[in-house]
């Protein structure tokens, strides 16, 4: 089956041309999200915003469901005294991800620091961050394989995992490793400041 390509919009931004399963997987990772993007493909009349087409409301629907269960979810961090962020580095592969969480961040003040897999983020340590988000998943190897050396170089640097293969094991493994919570993907902007305002206080 062909698959279906629209153009996107959003704002003044130019139009971006993608398939069907791009957009679907846009809206369930929270990067388009309700009243932020106009759509446009063959046989609508003009411009729609994609939670008003029927083939894309049920993914609005899924995501909408979805965060609402992991608000519930979340592990709650172990308690940390409040203290000042001003670097704060994410460690993951997928692009699409980091640029949807830098956004957040960097639109709230902090400075944002990207690696793509283990041994970048080794190398971005020297730049002092003060929060850590890392997957557990990367391509050359566990994620947690680099929390021994995040500790060494600045033991009170905070780390939250962010992963789409959590389980409860998982979790009480990296809460008992020294990781302050656990995040699972996707995860919405409201639900990374929410974390924030926990147990961090913005310089």
Known sequence: M??????????????RLIL???????????????????????????????????????????????DLKRDKQITQPIFFPKRRIGNILIIDDEEDLCWL????LRAKGYNVIIANNISEGVARLKESPDLVFLDL?????????????IKEINSETLVTVISAYGSAEKREKAMKEGVCSFIDKPFTEETILSLLSRFLRKS
């Open 20 to 66: 069907y399963s791009r957009l679907r997987s846009w809206i369930l990772r929270g990067i388009i999200k309700r009243d932020e993007a106009i759509v446009w493909r063959s046989g609508l009349s003009g411009w729609r915003k994609p939670e008003d087409l029927e083939e894309l409301k049920p993914y609005f629907k899924q995501k909408y469901e979805e």
């Open 2 to 15: 062909t698959e279906i390509k629209y153009d996107v919009k959003r704002g003044a931004d130019i139009y």
């Open 101 to 104: 969480l830098s956004n957040i």
């Open 137 to 149: 998943k990367l391509p050359d190897g566990e994620g947690m394989n680099i929390l021994p050396k």
